[in-house]
């Protein structure tokens, strides 16, 4: 059971990966709008309920990857209209990624004081 889980994960994940990595090898786009499209399309099939049944098949191969940010935004939004009103919606989208929001942060001050960054040579 175990196996198949990490092997249904890892199938999701490297598809998305695969599919990241076309957009880098064939088009212009660059690395910031590729991640902003990932997240929106989560963000979009799960606003047309597309992107739970995923999440339910595929687990942390879904819900792991940007586009699952997306999905947990549109979740938190969505409950946040549903208690709170319009303003809820704001409020339950960031209640909703807090922890991916405060972990992104908390990692990349933790990068720049242990790495010194460089910029890509062309």
């Known amino acids: 059971m175990i196996w ?4 249904k994960a890892f199938l999701m994940g490297g598809f998305i990966c695969f599919l990241g990595q076309l ?9 910031g709008k590729i991640l902003v499209f990932f997240l929106v399309l989560g963000a979009a099939f799960q606003a047309f309920g597309l992107y739970q049944p995923l999440i339910d098949f595929f687990g942390a191969g879904a819900s792991v990857p940007i586009s699952g940010f997306g999905c947990s935004l549109v979740n938190g939004a969505v409950e946040g209209v549903k208690q709170e009103g319009f303003f ?23 990068n720049a004081f242990l790495f010194r960054a ?5």
């Not at 198949?4 to 092997?7: G, Q, V, W, Y």
């Not at 460089?118 to 062309?122: A, D, M, N």
């Open 118 to 122: 460089r910029t890509k040579k062309k």
């Open 4 to 7: 198949t889980n990490i092997l």
């Open 88 to 110: 809820g919606g704001i409020k339950g989208g960031l209640e909703a990624t807090a922890p991916g929001i405060a972990t992104a942060i908390i990692f990349g001050y933790i």
């Open 23 to 31: 957009l880098l090898n064939y088009t212009n786009i660059t690395n």
